[in-house]
Nanobody, 118 residues
């Protein structure tokens, strides 16, 4: 089993910044993909950004140039630096760890609220 603990959400004004962190613990496969998804009220959960254990990244188009994902493999921790935040970024952000191969498990954090409002 793997546990994911998120931190860093909150309320911020448009144009502001936040940094999310997610620390994983437990039986973690060396090869994995960690990332962030978000779910706004009345909408489906969507991928925001993911990063492989080798450091390759993928972003949803709407956050490119504003968000940066990074990880520290030694700490099993993933970060999401969010700059130039917009009201449409408001959502619950969930950390995810997907093992490679998938038989190692797919895990989710409890979610952290990000609200962008003046």
């Amino acid at each position: 089993q793997v546990q994911l603990v998120e931190s860093g959400g909150g309320l911020v004004q448009p144009g502001g910044s936040l940094r999310l962190s997610c620390a994983a613990s437990g039986s973690i496969f060396s090869f994995n993909v960690m990332g962030w998804y978000r779910q706004a009220p009345g909408k489906q959960r969507e991928l925001v950004a993911i990063i492989t254990s080798a450091g390759s990244t993928t972003y949803v188009e709407s956050v490119k140039g504003r968000f940066t994902i990074a990880r520290e493999n030694a700490k099993n921790t993933v970060y999401l630096q969010m700059n130039s935040l917009k009201p449409e970024d408001t959502a619950v952000y969930y950390c995810n760890l997907r093992s490679i191969p998938l038989s190692g498990g797919n895990y989710w954090g409890q979610g952290t609220q990000v609200t962008v409002s003046s």
